[in-house]
């Protein structure tokens, strides 16, 4: 995947495959872009079928971080990375989280690390129709963030 491509916007969305290496090869470049600057470790975690498409690792520090970019809603690989590793954090990217166009507005060193925030609850199942993985912030915490609630996020609030 390159700038000089020929797809459009309309045919790279038109074609699932694609859109999700392209979701995924943009948060990871910001990713990327980041932990040489922040210093934190990026890794990808799999395990047969199951993967993490990004791990962020500083000091003691562990965040679990997957990228949705259609409809499938099944978060197995996060799950089993939350059992196994415990990470401080967990988050969804795209398609039932944090939008890609907010994600890559941030410096994701400073919404995970420099705030001292601490998730509440690493994973919370809905009864709803999609199974999801959640970032768990206190209204205090989203003001201090963002200086306004934002909405638009699907959190759960304390």
């Given at each position: 995947m390159t700038s000089q491509s020929n797809y459009t916007?309309?045919?790279?969305?038109?074609?699932?495959?694609?859109w999700g290496?392209?979701?995924e090869s943009s948060v990871g470049k910001h990713l990327l872009n980041h932990s040489i600057s922040e210093r934190y470790n990026l890794?990808?975690?799999r395990e047969g079928n199951l993967e993490v498409e990004f791990v962020l690792e500083k000091g003691e520090?562990?965040?679990?971080?997957?990228?949705?970019?259609?409809?499938?809603?099944?978060?197995?690989?996060?799950n089993i990375f939350a059992k196994k590793f415990n990470p401080?954090?967990?988050l969804l990217v795209g398609t039932g989280g944090i939008p890609f166009y907010e994600f890559l507005k941030i410096n994701p060193a400073e919404l995970y690390w420099k705030t001292g925030l601490?998730?509440?609850?690493?994973?919370?199942k809905t009864l709803r129709k999609y199974l999801r993985v959640f970032a768990v912030w206190t209204e205090d915490e989203l003001f201090a963030l963002t200086d306004c609630l934002l909405v638009d996020y699907p959190l759960f609030l304390m």
């Amino acid at each position: 995947m390159t700038s000089q491509s020929n797809y459009t916007y309309q045919n790279a969305t038109t074609n699932s495959e694609l859109w999700g290496r392209l979701a995924e090869s943009s948060v990871g470049k910001h990713l990327l872009n980041h932990s040489i600057s922040e210093r934190y470790n990026l890794y990808y975690w799999r395990e047969g079928n199951l993967e993490v498409e990004f791990v962020l690792e500083k000091g003691e520090n562990v965040i679990g971080l997957e990228v949705k970019s259609g409809t499938k809603a099944g978060n197995a690989g996060m799950n089993i990375f939350a059992k196994k590793f415990n990470p401080d954090k967990v988050l969804l990217v795209g398609t039932g989280g944090i939008p890609f166009y907010e994600f890559l507005k941030i410096n994701p060193a400073e919404l995970y690390w420099k705030t001292g925030l601490r998730l509440r609850g690493i994973i919370k199942k809905t009864l709803r129709k999609y199974l999801r993985v959640f970032a768990v912030w206190t209204e205090d915490e989203l003001f201090a963030l963002t200086d306004c609630l934002l909405v638009d996020y699907p959190l759960f609030l304390m």
